[in-house]
């Protein structure tokens, strides 16, 4: 009787065991994994992988391993409502995204609502953590920041000149667009032309009759690479030099493979490039071994997925909640993109912003170069 019972208590804490080493977390990585803007959701998807990749072979979270699922909202907000509710009945609890500000807005009620966290590393309007969500952080900067960084370069080096500024008429277009214009106005620089054309145009004719009636100098476009591209392409076919100024929407080399040799010249707000920090050296070697090229915004992902191990060890639990109270206002956390602390409303507390041209290199090969 004796030895049987052993026997049972011993097997008893060997499923014990065998339940913990298997235990998992399940994260979500979301974005437009297909359609134009394909090449951020490549980012996105391959800096969490890579995180989650390395994360495990350390050991994991608290004894747990990372369980990656990957949902594709191709850009859209109501298919970006879809991932996430996929992502509740999945049973995931920790997500990293989504790319666009516009579809990160509605995706992150859901995630609110049903005791999910989420860290975008790329949506960038102020009202996704102005809201007051429990759940919502972000390892990139705001729009606030972003316009004030172009309006304060483009008041003391083209105060002279014609600007025009141009949006996409989504959130995360107009609000740059926007926020630009705001620091324009307080340092008196006045815009030639304001409009709006819309997400998924591909014939710019007659926004560029209009901006060579009001003989804009540049261009400062709030929206993405595949329409900036195609605006830039189209003015110099045109025969219009106008230079384009643009945010964090155009930081992937498609703009220039879009735009051809035109976007030569252009200027472009993004965060000093994570690619080049210490930190990140034996991680992009990593990227590079698989032919990715880890530029904009994967290694602000790979930062989200280390933001949230940190979070659940401090917090002595992967409970999205007690995660999510760990991290806001709390010590900043080492990251492959440097420390990030974050504030109560989810943002991170450095400035992080600063002025790219778009160059041609040795290689012949045009990309942007921090100035």
Request: proline share 4%; glycine share 12%.
């Amino acid at each position: 009787m004796k030895k049987l019972l052993l026997s049972g208590i011993a097997l008893g804490a060997v499923l014990a065991f065998s339940g913990v080493a298997n235990a998992q977390i399940k994260l979500g990585v979301a974005g437009p994994i297909t359609g134009p803007n394909a090449a951020f959701g490549a980012q996105l998807k391959n800096g969490v992988e890579q995180a989650v990749e390395d994360i495990n072979a350390a050991g994991g979270v608290l004894g747990q391993k990372i369980a990656v699922s990957v949902g594709d909202d191709v850009s859209d907000p109501k298919q970006g409502v879809s991932v996430a509710n996929k992502f509740v009945g999945d049973g995931v609890k920790w997500v990293v995204g989504h790319f666009n500000s516009g579809v990160t807005m509605p995706a992150s009620e859901v995630y609110a609502e049903n005791g999910m966290l989420m860290i975008s590393p790329s949506a960038t309007n102020p009202k996704i953590t102005e809201r007051g969500l429990w759940n919502v952080f972000r390892t990139c900067g705001r729009d606030d920041q972003q316009g004030d960084v172009a309006a304060a370069y483009i008041a003391k080096n083209l105060k002279d000149k014609k600007i025009a500024v141009v949006h996409d008429k989504t959130t995360y277009g107009q609000g740059l667009a926007d926020e630009t214009r705001k620091g324009l106005t307080k340092a008196g620089v006045k815009d030639v032309l304001y409009e709006g054309v819309n997400a998924g145009e591909k014939d710019f004719s007659a926004l560029i009759s209009k901006l060579k009636s009001v003989g804009a100098d540049y261009l400062y476009w709030g929206g993405l690479h595949t329409e900036g591209g195609l605006i830039v392409r189209q003015m110099r076919d045109q025969g219009l030099k106008t230079v384009l100024i643009s945010g964090d929407g155009i930081t992937t080399d498609e703009f220039a493979t879009i735009g051809g040799p035109g976007v030569e010249g252009t200027l472009m707000t993004f965060p000093p490039d994570p690619q080049k920090r210490p930190e990140a050296a034996a991680v992009i070697k990593k990227f590079e071994a698989k032919k990715f090229k880890p530029e904009a915004y994967t290694l602000y992902s790979y930062a989200a997925v280390q933001v949230m191990a940190e979070g659940a060890k401090r917090a002595n639990s992967t409970d999205p909640k007690k995660v999510a109270a760990a991290l806001r206002g709390g010590a900043p956390v080492d990251t492959v993109i440097g420390k990030l602390g974050f504030d109560q409303k989810g943002d991170i507390t450095r400035p992080d912003y600063t002025m790219y041209t778009w160059k041609k290199g040795a290689d012949g090969k045009i990309t942007y170069v921090e100035n």
